[in-house]
């Protein structure tokens, strides 16, 4: 290894060590201690996923039927990922998302390193992101946020790079849709504005123009594949009520204050917030007094927070993408001193004892779980072995009067009633489940039953079954009861 290798390995050196201590315990984490996919996202990501590889679909599927919600990399990656790695899908699916949490981490260290020339301010930047709750959450269980950030990451730091570019884009945008195109409409903005004060000549400025296009327009060769085939039902589906609805109503139950996306974010900085404050001023200055492009940088996701703001739709983390801008802004607040040694030290230390006190010692790392074996797993993952046919799954009272409320004002979609109470029972029953929402047609169904065939309530449901005298009770997985058709018994 030459000289220079071995000075950026050493500067790097902090940075390469929390990463690999942050994979080693997280990672030994989930393999020692795996749990069932949970309720929502990580049980729909799981089933898609392994649809799309035994159908061998680059569309999204959920019980057979196309699901145009959302773009197909995550899930499907997730799939081939289950497919080949000879472990549980639990353990392989999340150990590969907490890589992937990594890479990002790396990304982002390389993107603000390039900024400052400073590994000390980029290290404690992946290092508050890396332990807020909502990264330390993202980073062990299956979801699509995390393949957005790295998109986002990855672009910013290689856009100048076609091929390199293209391929974070094309992460960004097959992950999470319109939401990956954020990075390259920010850059046109940056380098438009340094044109239009003569910081960036026309030479420079047509290039990463041309270059931005091009690979914007070779990624969108999705969209126009995917009109092609669905026409106006991908419309419908993907971006007036998966886009659209979501900005403009609270849709399926997502309510919060408007204040939400700030609070969210106070809570996982906690003390430190207050330097978010000093950052963002700091970086103000700067970008008033340097027109260089590195100093619009620092900022480049405040936009997207800002416009967060605006959305109708309230999930916390939904605010994952942009955790590493307002890090970096509170650790960004130690420049301002780097030229007192003592007063720069002094906040570094502050620092750490913050990280430790605020983030480590009371998130439980170790301890805190997402997921746990339930009673509804059990009597999926039962049924399976002892029932035929669609598992005729009559959704709980609270679950129908939610859903008869949102219905009433309009906050539903096509897809809601898709998932019932829990979707995971679709993934470890591995058959059709039909969820019921209605009385009359739960009793439609009990009326056409098959062979063998089984129905999963809730014990404060148990009348309902009473109606139908083809039907025995096999167990009790208690609140659930699992019956099944007396032909069989």
């Known amino acids: 290894m030459n000289i220079v290798k071995l000075i950026s390995m050493r500067k790097h050196s902090l940075c390469i060590l929390f990463l690999a201590i942050f994979t080693f315990v997280l990672g030994a984490k989930l393999i020692t201690h795996p749990t069932p996919f949970f309720d929502w996202d990580e049980s729909i990501y799981a089933q898609v996923g392994r649809e799309m590889v035994q159908q061998k679909s680059f569309v999204p599927l959920w019980q057979g039927q196309v699901w145009l919600d959302k773009p197909p990399l995550a899930p499907l990656t997730y799939g081939i990922v289950e497919s080949i790695i000879p472990v549980s899908p639990e353990v392989s699916t999340r150990v590969f998302t907490l890589l992937l949490s990594v890479i990002a981490l790396g990304l982002i260290y390389c993107f603000y390193y390039k900024i400052t020339r400073n590994a000390v301010i980029s290290t404690f930047t992946i290092i508050l992101?890396?332990?807020?709750?909502?990264?330390?959450?993202?980073?062990?269980?299956?979801?699509?946020?995390?393949?957005?950030?790295?998109?986002?990451?990855?672009?910013?730091?290689?856009?100048?790079h076609f091929f390199l570019g293209l391929l974070f884009l094309g992460i960004g945008v097959l992950s999470k849709s319109l939401l990956g195109y954020y990075p390259p409409f920010m850059i046109v903005g940056v380098y438009t504005f340094l044109r239009m004060i003569g910081k960036v000549d026309n030479t420079k400025y047509h290039s990463i123009l041309k270059k931005i296009i091009l690979q914007m327009g070779i990624v969108t060769l999705w969209y126009v594949g995917m009109f092609a085939a669905y026409g106006k039902e991908f419309w419908k589906y993907h971006f007036v009520e998966s886009h659209l609805k979501r900005v403009t109503a609270s849709i399926e139950s997502h309510f919060g204050k408007k204040t939400f996306y700030i609070d969210t974010l106070l809570d996982q900085f906690q003390i430190l917030s207050v330097f978010i404050v000093t950052g963002t001023l700091y970086a103000l200055w700067l970008f008033k007094h340097k027109f260089e492009k590195k100093y619009f940088l620092i900022l480049l996701f405040v936009p997207w927070f800002i416009f967060l703001n605006l959305t109708k739709t309230k999930i916390a983390w939904y605010i994952y993408p942009v955790i590493p801008q307002f890090a970096f802004l509170i650790t960004f607040s130690l420049v301002i001193f780097r030229k007192n040694t003592f007063i720069y030290a002094g906040g570094i230390l502050l620092l750490l004892i913050c990280i430790y006190t605020q983030f480590i010692a009371k998130s439980n790392i170790l301890t805190t779980y997402y997921s746990s074996l339930e009673p509804y797993h059990?009597?999926?993952?039962?049924?399976?072995?002892?029932?035929?046919?669609?598992?005729?799954?009559?959704?709980?009272?609270?679950?129908?009067?939610?859903?008869?409320?949102?219905?009433?004002?309009?906050?539903?979609?096509?897809?809601?009633?898709?998932?019932?109470?829990?979707?995971?029972?679709?993934?470890?029953?591995?058959?059709?489940?039909?969820?019921?929402?209605?009385?009359?047609m739960f009793h439609t169904n009990l009326q056409h039953l098959q062979a063998n065939q089984c129905v999963l309530v809730e014990k404060r449901n148990m009348?309902?079954?009473?109606?139908?005298?083809?039907?025995?009770?096999?167990?009790?997985?208690?609140?659930?009861?699992?019956?099944?058709?007396v032909s069989t018994l």
């Open 378 to 440: 059990t009597a999926a993952i039962y049924a399976k072995n002892t029932c035929s046919g669609p598992l005729i799954v009559y959704v709980d009272d609270d679950t129908r009067k939610t859903h008869d409320v949102l219905a009433g004002m309009n906050l539903l979609i096509s897809t809601s009633e898709w998932w019932g109470s829990h979707p995971s029972i679709v993934y470890y029953y591995g058959k059709k489940v039909d969820f019921i929402y209605s009385r009359d």
């Open 463 to 485: 009348n309902e079954i009473a109606k139908s005298l083809n039907l025995y009770k096999i167990k009790q997985f208690d609140p659930y009861y699992l019956y099944k058709t």
């Open 129 to 160: 992101t890396a332990f807020t709750t909502v990264f330390l959450q993202r980073s062990q269980v299956l979801n699509v946020d995390v393949f957005l950030l790295l998109g986002w990451s990855g672009y910013v730091l290689f856009y100048e």
